[in-house]
C-alpha cells in the first residue's frame, strides 16, 4: 500500500485533523528492554523526500500558479500543503483574491480544512456572470463602527489622531512627483476608508461618515539634509493626521543626500495589516501606469467598508449569534486568575510594562514554518498557542490561561460580500482559552 492510498482510507473513516501527515513503513517498532516502544529510536519521517507531481486540470494548475506569485516557491507539487510552503492566514486571503481575478471562487475555510493543492483545487468553483460582488461606486453618509473601532473608542487615550501605522520605504527608482500625486489621488479614488471622517457627539458617542471630497494636502514633498532631520520629519508626518478633517492616509516624499524615502503614515481607524499590501501593491501600479501614459485601471472593486460594516450590525443580532453568547461567557469565565508577582503592591500600570523580544535564527524559523507544520499536522499559530500554554502553565502553575487572540477579521460572512481587497481595520479581537496538555 502507498502512503497516499492509506491516507484515502483513514479520510473515509476520521476527521482530516486526525489524518497523520505521513506514514513511516518499518519492519517492527523499537522496543525497551521492558518491552515497552522505544519512542526515541522512531525515525523521523523523510519531509519533502516524496517526488514531486506536476498540478493536473484547469483548477490545479491555477491555482499553483497564484502559490508560486505568492510564496515565492518555484517548484509546487499537487502534494504539497499551502502551510508547509509557508502560507499563512493572511496569505490565504491574497490566494482567494487572485482566484476570483481569474474567475474561481474559494472560501476561507477550504484553505484551513483542505490545505494540500490537490484536495484544494477541488474545492474551487466557477463564477457565474450574475454572482459578481456587490459593489458601490461611490458610497457615501454614515455607517456604523466596526467591533474593533468601536473597540478602540473605548479605550482611554490622550490623542486619538496619533494611533498610527507607518512604512518608512528605500527608493530603488527615483519617484517623480507629480506622477506620485496622480497616483495618490487615484488610491483615494478607489478605496473609500481612506475617505472617512470621525466626530464626536455631544453625548460622547463616535461615529464615523465619508467626507464630501478627499482631504487636501495628502502628499508632502520634502527636501531633508540629514538622519536627524528625517527622523524629526517622520514625527511631524506621524502626528499630522487628523480624525475630522483629515487627512487619515500621509505620504512623504523626502529628498535625501543619498536619494530618496517614501513614508506612508495612516491612522489604525482605516488599515490593517491586510490594507498594507493592497495599497502598496495599487499605489506601484497606479504609478506604472501613469508613467507608461495608460490610464489607471486597479481592476475591479470589492465591497466597500460601508457595506461590510452594516453587514456585520445586522449579523449580530441574528438569532443564531444571540444563542453563542453563553459560548462565550462561559469561554471567558467568571474567577480572576492569581499571577505569581514579585511586588503584589505594585502600581502595574502601562508606564511599567516592559517586553520581551526574542528571534529565532534562520533554521529554527524554517523548521517552525516549515518542518513543524507538517509533522505535527498544525498550523503555525497553533504550534505557537501550544508552546505559549505550556509556558504559561510551568510559569503560573494555572492549568488554562485566557488570551485575547487577533484574527484579520476579513471572514466570508455572506454571498456577494467581498472584502478580500478592501481597506480598513478589519481585525477581529476574541477570548480564547489556552490549556496545556
Not at 119 to 127: C, E, F, K, N, S
Not at 308 to 322: F, G, N
Request: charged share 25%.
Amino acid at each position: 500500500l502507498s502512503e497516499d492510498s492509506l491516507k484515502d482510507q483513514l479520510k473515509n473513516t476520521l476527521p482530516e485533523y486526525m489524518v497523520p501527515a505521513h506514514i513511516v513503513v518499518m519492519e517492527r517498532l523499537p522496543q525497551l528492554p521492558n518491552g515497552k516502544l522505544d519512542r526515541n529510536a522512531l525515525p523521523d519521517p523523510q519531509l519533502g523526500s516524496q517526488a514531486v507531481e506536476a498540478p493536473e486540470g484547469e483548477r490545479e494548475v491555477e491555482l499553483a500558479r497564484v502559490w508560486q506569485q505568492l510564496l515565492g516557491v518555484e517548484t509546487i507539487s499537487r502534494q504539497d500543503s499551502f502551510f508547509e510552503l509557508g502560507g499563512d492566514s493572511i496569505q490565504s486571503l491574497a490566494v482567494i483574491t487572485r482566484l476570483r481575478q481569474v474567475g474561481f471562487k474559494l472560501l476561507p475555510k477550504d484553505v484551513f480544512s483542505h490545505p494540500r493543492l490537490k484536495d484544494l483545487a477541488l474545492r474551487l468553483t466557477v463564477i457565474e456572470a450574475g454572482a459578481a460582488p456587490l459593489i458601490e461606486d461611490a458610497p457615501k453618509g454614515e455607517l456604523p463602527l466596526t467591533p474593533i473601532q468601536a473597540h478602540f473608542f473605548e479605550q482611554p487615550m490622550s490623542n486619538r489622531a496619533h494611533f498610527n501605522q507607518a512604512l518608512l520605504l528605500d527608493v530603488q527608482r527615483p519617484l517623480e512627483a507629480a506622477l506620485l500625486s496622480k497616483a495618490l489621488d487615484a488610491l483615494l479614488g478607489h478605496h473609500d476608508a481612506l475617505n472617512l471622517s470621525f466626530h464626536q457627539h455631544a453625548d460622547g458617542r463616535w461615529q464615523q461618515r465619508y467626507r464630501a471630497t478627499p482631504a487636501v494636502d495628502s502628499l508632502w514633498l520634502r527636501d531633508v539634509a540629514d538622519e536627524r532631520a528625517m527622523t524629526a520629519l517622520c514625527e511631524q508626518a506621524q502626528r499630522s493626521l487628523d480624525l475630522h478633517n483629515g487627512p487619515l492616509l500621509r505620504v512623504v516624499l523626502a529628498q535625501i543626500p543619498e536619494g530618496q524615502k517614501l513614508l506612508l503614515v495612516a491612522h489604525h481607524l482605516v488599515v490593517d495589516g491586510v490594507s498594507w499590501r493592497v495599497l502598496l501593491e495599487d499605489l506601484a501600479r497606479a504609478y506604472a501606469q501613469i508613467a507608461s501614459g495608460s490610464s489607471v485601471d486597479l481592476g475591479p472593486k470589492s465591497s466597500s467598508f460601508q457595506r461590510w460594516a452594516r453587514h456585520l450590525v445586522d449579523a449580530a443580532q441574528a438569532p443564531e449569534r444571540q444563542t453563542e453568547v453563553g459560548q462565550w461567557r462561559e469561554q471567558v469565565g467568571s474567577t480572576e486568575p492569581v499571577w505569581p508577582v514579585d511586588h503584589p503592591e505594585g502600581r502595574a500600570t502601562q508606564q511599567d510594562l516592559e517586553q520581551c523580544e526574542l528571534l529565532l535564527d534562520a533554521g529554527l524559523t524554517r523548521r517552525l514554518l516549515r518542518e513543524a507544520p507538517a509533522a505535527l499536522a498544525a498550523r503555525t499559530d497553533e504550534i505557537l498557542l501550544a508552546v505559549l500554554a505550556e509556558a504559561l502553565k510551568d510559569w503560573s502553575g494555572q492549568p488554562d490561561t485566557l488570551i485575547a487572540l487577533e484574527g484579520h477579521g476579513r471572514e466570508a460572512l455572506a454571498d456577494g460580500l467581498d472584502v478580500g481587497r478592501t481597506v480598513g481595520w478589519f481585525t477581529s479581537l476574541f477570548p480564547l482559552r489556552v490549556r496545556a496538555a
